[in-house]
């Protein structure tokens, strides 16, 4: 296993649609498991493969509790896809490992039905509320080359955004 690289905002990849995994091989299982370190090391709720820089549609998502030394637990899924969404779940300070430093409100279904593959490539269908379906949507909205700062108004998104710029000019 390995920690990965996560690539930040304004990098042109986290805003490509990614690629549908159409063979889950040893090289998708290595994928995973490395995506999975990554994560408990950052540490994030979930992870996207295209926040590595891979362009695949493949998510894990940390369901570790917030118990001290729980074990840590998570699940992977390849080519997610939002079947059913309902309802309304207003998600406070959402965040992103990609988009350091900037936490926003973003309003989100309360309820999602995901179709998708698990780690071995079986079919799984899971219905998901309240902040794990808001992890699901987010982590969904990065295959499709959506962050969360694109839920925002153009005013708040355009704040971020010039902060970033400023800090980019600072560092060059
Ligand atoms: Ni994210």
Same mark, same amino acid.
Do not use: C, W
């Given at each position: 296993m390995a920690i990965l690289?996560?690539? /930040?905002?304004?990098?042109?990849l986290l805003l490509k649609p990614s690629e549908t995994v159409t063979d889950v091989n040893d090289e998708i299982q290595t994928l995973i498991e490395d995506m999975a370190e990554t994560m408990f090391d950052a540490p994030g709720s979930g992870l996207a493969a295209v926040q590595v820089g891979v362009n695949k549609r493949i998510i894990v998502v940390n369901t570790t509790g917030n118990l001290e030394n729980e074990e840590k637990s998570w699940y992977a899924l390849i080519n997610p896809e939002i079947v059913e969404k309902d309802g309304v779940y207003v998600s406070e300070e959402e965040g992103c490992l990609s988009v350091?430093?900037?936490?926003? /409100?973003?309003?989100?279904?309360?309820?999602?039905?995901?179709?998708?593959?698990?780690?071995?490539?079986?079919?799984? /269908?899971?219905?998901?509320?309240?902040?794990?379906?808001?992890?699901?949507?987010?982590?969904?909205?990065?295959?499709?080359?959506?962050?969360?700062?694109d839920h925002l108004s153009v005013l708040k998104r355009n704040l971020y955004k010039t902060k970033v710029k400023k800090q980019m000019k600072k560092s060059a």
């Open positions: 690289d996560i690539i /930040t905002y304004p990098d042109p350091p430093e900037f936490r926003a /409100t973003v309003k989100r279904a309360s309820r999602v039905v995901v179709k998708a593959l698990d780690r071995k490539g079986e079919p799984v /269908t899971m219905e998901l509320n309240g902040f794990h379906a808001v992890i699901l949507q987010h982590e969904i909205d990065h295959l499709n080359g959506i962050l969360f700062i």
